[in-house]
C-alpha cells in the first residue's frame, strides 16, 4: 500500500520559515517524481515545486521561486519543503504528490500526472 505522509505545517508570523517533510512508503521512491501543491478552501489545488526523478531537475510557481527550496532524500523516501519569507497569502493546506511518468516539464502542474496524494498539513501564516 503506498502512503504518502506530509508533517512540519503550523502556524508562523510572516517572514519566517518551516520545513514540510513528505515520507513516502509503499513504491520505489526514486523512479518518482516528487510534487508540492497547496490549496485554499474555495480554490483549486495549485502547483507549487517539483523534483523530478530524471536528474532531480526543479521546477517552482513563480509565486515561490527565490522563497521555497524542494529537495529529495532517496535514501529516506523522503521529499522535502523549505519554504523561506512566509506571507500571509502562502496560507494553505500543502500536499505532496508522487508522478511516475512526469517528463513532460510543461504538465507539472497537471494533478492527472500524479498518482499518489498525501493527507495534507496544514501552514497558516498571519500578518
Known amino acids: 500500500q503506498v502512503q504518502l505522509v506530509e508533517s512540519g505545517g503550523g502556524s508562523v508570523q510572516a517572514g519566517a520559515s518551516l520545513r514540510l517533510s513528505c515520507a513516502v512508503a509503499?513504491?520505489?521512491?526514486?523512479?518518482?517524481?516528487m510534487a508540492w501543491f497547496r490549496q485554499v478552501a474555495g480554490k483549486e489545488r495549485e502547483f507549487v515545486a517539483v523534483a523530478h526523478r530524471v536528474d532531480g531537475v526543479r521546477q517552482y510557481a513563480d509565486s515561490v521561486r527565490g522563497r521555497f527550496t524542494i529537495s529529495r532524500d532517496n535514501a529516506k523516501n523522503t521529499a522535502y519543503l523549505q519554504m523561506s519569507s512566509l506571507r500571509s497569502e502562502d496560507t494553505a493546506v500543502y500536499y505532496c504528490?508522487?508522478?511516475?511518468?512526469?517528463?513532460?516539464?510543461?504538465?507539472?502542474?497537471?494533478?492527472?500526472?500524479?498518482?499518489?496524494w498525501g493527507q495534507g498539513t496544514q501552514v497558516t501564516v498571519s500578518a
Open positions: 504528490a508522487a508522478a511516475k511518468d512526469l517528463d513532460d516539464i510543461r504538465r507539472v502542474d497537471d494533478l492527472d500526472m500524479y498518482e499518489h
Open positions: 509503499g513504491l520505489t521512491f526514486s523512479t518518482y517524481s
